[in-house]
């Protein structure tokens, strides 16, 4: 009897690590390369951007365009250059560009990074997308944007607090006319400073009054309030101050943490200041419920959500599947977390989540840049409207939740951590994808 072999012959996997470090394509630096990169910094800065990677970014940029030996320091909201080739070390303060974050311009503004790094545009060239950039229209209208404010609200009520349909009907009309307001107002202006606080009165005093006037038609008025004020918390602000402590860049993480932990403050006083004014008892005025897990329509509200801030941010084209995709990862990671460890943890499941698919797809194309992503995700992600809706109850002495403060702490941590647990996550992808997945260092 012939005896027969079985061969098999299984293909090794070999995993090649790519070197992180830039490729200088330019010998020399041209004599506009200082000034692009202020630009190119100042850009960054204003679209959110972390003070560490804008570093890193400006540094990589250097290189790849002949000056591998510059001098960079980027705070919140200014940034130094210095290159050998200069004389004197230019600097700029970088303020956001028509006074809010719009997602079309961080696209665009991510495509001259990905030129500059692969050496296919000089400096010159640089210079003027930048300028073309700040002088772009938005690509929606006004009416369109002010609309999806609304949605977005209507779709973080539902989402956060398990709002009913007629509690997501006002939050849809209270921030339509918030919208409108943010978009007519001068930034940079005392007006565009007060907003924040005023706006919280504002709109707490009407809630509370309605609250109290027509107890069965507003039953539960945080499913009213907070949600129009969804895009004036500073969720990104305090988990991007926290990775940046964590990184070692004491100076910007420090300032925009403590710009965080004021503006959430300042949001929580016009609210305590209406409560007053009202008279409305705190435990009614500040009650707030929460959708079982498990439930379907938070994930409607998901939905809902990433169609109102694709609109009012001006999302680039096809960059709305992405957005929902991404949201809906960071939402469910958050849902999964809070089984496992309990939901003041719970963002780091999320954020974790959040960070390795926003990295990865943006790489797709048609995919916004991860920062487009990431703004409205830490909206939806703890210490987002739950935790206003945390301090507000503390600050009014309720006993709602005796542990408010330190559960806002724990959370800022817990989503800070999962940010830089998913960032090295994904640089070690990096490492060992394929050239031709197109991945983008962070």
Not at 272 to 293: E, K, R, Y
Not at 307 to 334: H, K, M, N
Not at 350 to 369: D, I, M, N
Not at 392 to 399: F, I, K
Request: charged share 10%; hydrophobic share 55%.
């Amino acid at each position: 009897m012939n005896a027969w072999r079985l061969r098999l012959r299984i293909p090794r996997l070999q995993l090649h690590a790519r070197s992180i470090e830039a490729t200088q394509y330019v010998e020399s630096p041209s004599a506009q390369l200082q000034e692009f990169l202020v630009k190119l910094g100042s850009a960054l800065l204003s679209i959110g951007t972390a003070a560490t990677d804008i570093q890193q970014t400006l540094k990589r940029v250097s290189i790849a365009l002949g000056s591998p030996n510059a001098a960079l320091i980027v705070f919140p909201t200014l940034i130094f250059v210095g290159l050998p080739e200069e004389k004197e070390t230019r600097f700029e303060v970088a303020e956001p560009w028509g006074g809010e974050v719009r997602f079309d311009r961080a696209a665009r503004v991510y495509a001259v990074v990905d030129r500059a790094l692969a050496g296919t545009i000089t400096a010159a060239e640089g210079i003027e997308a930048i300028e073309a950039i700040v002088a772009a229209k938005p690509r929606f209208r006004m009416p369109l944007r002010v609309l999806g404010h609304g949605i977005a609200a209507a779709g973080v009520g539902l989402v956060l607090l398990g709002a009913d349909p007629l509690s997501m009907l006002y939050a849809f009309m209270l921030g339509v006319l918030v919208g409108i307001a943010k978009l007519l107002i001068k930034p940079g202006t005392y007006a565009a400073i007060l907003f924040p606080i005023l706006t919280a009165f504002a709109l707490a005093t009407i809630v509370f009054a309605a609250a109290s006037q027509f107890p069965h038609v507003v039953a539960e008025p945080l499913q009213v309030l907070v949600p129009p004020l969804v895009t004036l918390l500073p969720g990104a602000v305090l988990t991007t101050g926290i990775q940046e402590l964590a990184a070692g860049d004491m100076v910007a993480g420090s300032s925009r943490l403590v710009s965080g932990i004021a503006q959430l403050l300042f949001l929580a006083f016009g609210i305590i200041a209406a409560l007053t004014i009202t008279g409305v008892p705190a435990s009614v005025a500040l009650f707030s419920s929460h959708p079982p897990l498990g439930a379907f329509q938070p994930w409607l509200g998901v939905v809902l959500f990433s169609l109102g801030i694709f609109f009012y941010y001006c999302g680039p084209r096809r960059s709305l599947y992405f957005l929902t995709l991404v949201l809906a990862v960071a939402y469910g990671g958050q849902i999964l977390g809070a089984v496992l460890v309990g939901s003041v943890f719970s963002g780091f499941f999320g954020a974790f989540a959040l960070t390795v698919v926003a990295y990865l797809v943006q790489s797709v194309r048609g995919a916004p840049p991860a920062v487009v992503c990431f703004l409205p995700a830490f909206w939806l992600l703890v210490p987002g409207a739950t935790g206003l809706i945390g301090l507000t109850q503390s600050a009014a002495g309720t006993d709602i939740d005796a542990s408010s403060l330190t559960s806002l702490v724990g959370s800022i941590v817990a989503i800070a951590l999962g940010v830089l647990s998913g960032t090295a996550l994904y640089r070690q992808i990096f490492r060992v994808a394929p050239a031709r997945w197109g991945l983008r260092l962070v």
